[in-house]
T-cell receptor, first 111, second 110 residues
Framework: NAGVTQTPKFQVLKTGQSMTLQCAQD?????MSWYRQDPGMGLRLIHY???????DQGEVPNGYNVSRSTTEDFPLRLLSAAPSQTSVYFC??????????FGSGTQLSVL | RKEVEQDPGPFNVPEGATVAFNCTYS??????FFWYRQDCRKEPKLLMS???SGNEDGRFTAQLNRASQYISLLIRDSKLSDSATYLC???????????FGRGTSLIVHP
């Protein structure tokens, strides 16, 4: 089982550029989510989805878009990158309020 | 008040020591509780679930106190490899949104 696959592992962007962080899971989990983690801040929820076609905002959604066209995929889009979006990003999935499975993370730097 | 609170530490202990962390939560309807371990800049990984009756996995013991709304993690005979950040996670009933504490940093030294 691949679990949660997250790409890329590292990315450097210039201010104003756009990009998509990919996340895929093969466990048929209904719930998928994106977190960012900054030093001293803990994990903060950006967006989440409880099923295909359903997305909602988390704690820090501004500057990010998501879509959930299939159960497996939950991409995170940065439309116009800003230095404040420099962070480590984690995708996670779970089913039925049970344990979360995390992707290996994306280290993003915006110059 | 934050929904899930943890002492950030760091807890600095010698090898072989016993150390305990607490995590308090504010939502009395919370259903599921977990401890995750996170190494520097890596993804969090499940350490153990926390059950109402308490549970043990080797050197690790987790307990839940619903009346006082906290969970605890006890680590016995600490190893250098236990150095990490320990995250408390609470799943409220009827919602898919787990809530994370900010984590407790543990440093085990020789």
């Amino acid at each position: 089982n691949a679990g949660v696959t997250q790409t890329p592992k590292f990315q450097v962007l210039k201010t104003g550029q756009s990009m998509t962080l990919q996340c895929a899971q093969d466990m048929n989990h209904e719930y998928m989510s994106w977190y960012r983690q900054d030093p001293g801040m803990g994990l903060r929820l950006i967006h989440y989805s409880v099923g295909a076609g359903i997305t909602d905002q988390g704690e820090v959604p501004n500057g990010y878009n998501v879509s959930r066209s299939t159960t497996e995929d939950f991409p995170l889009r940065l439309l116009s990158a800003a230095p404040s979006q420099t962070s480590v990003y984690f995708c996670a999935s779970m089913t039925g309020g049970e344990k979360l499975f995390f992707g290996s993370g994306t280290q993003l730097s915006v110059l | 008040r934050k929904e899930v609170e943890q002492d950030p530490g760091p807890f600095n202990v010698p090898e072989g020591a016993t150390v305990a962390f607490n995590c308090t939560y504010s939502n009395s309807a919370s259903q599921s509780f977990f401890w995750y371990r996170q190494d520097c800049r890596k993804e969090p990984k499940l350490l153990m679930s926390v059950y109402s009756s308490g549970n043990e996995d080797g050197r690790f013991t987790a307990q839940l106190n619903r009346a006082s709304q906290y969970i605890s993690l006890l680590i016995r005979d600490s190893k250098l490899s236990d150095s990490a950040t320990y995250l408390c996670v609470v799943n409220p009933g009827g919602s898919y949104i787990p809530t994370f504490g900010r984590g407790t940093s543990l440093i085990v030294h020789p």
